[in-house]
């Protein structure tokens, strides 16, 4: 009789936590994937028009959707560490171009 009651107050404060606005993912529990549909990060080298170059993450090799487009043409993008956090940004039209940095290029300079 204890074990049904201790079972349907742990079932009772499940259904509380989506009622009172929690933000849990409960996907987790239930062991199905979140659904987080977050691009793959592409490991690229970008060289500007003023001869620099900097080696960084970019989720794709054109105008991000979550970049912005100003008037006159230029454009901001975001650049991301290995664990997909902004760490800057750079304006598209200063790039001249962008080389992509495969997993055996990073073993070639290595070696």
Do not use: H, W
Not at 21 to 38: A, K, T, V, W
Not at 80 to 91: E, F, K, L, P, W
């Amino acid at each position: 009789m204890r074990v049904n009651k201790y079972i349907a107050a742990v079932l009772l404060l499940l259904l509380f936590l989506p009622l009172s606005g929690c933000n849990y993912d409960f996907s987790e529990i239930l062991g199905s994937p979140s659904g987080s549909s977050q691009p793959e990060l592409i490991k690229a080298k970008i060289y500007f028009t003023d001869g620099q170059s900097l080696e960084t993450y970019i989720k794709d090799l054109g105008i991000q959707q979550d970049g912005k487009v100003y008037v006159g043409g230029s454009s901001l993008n975001y650049l991301y560490d290995a664990r997909g956090n902004i760490v800057g940004s750079y304006n598209y039209q200063r790039v001249l171009y962008i080389k992509i940095i495969s997993s055996q290029d990073q073993d070639e300079e290595s070696s």
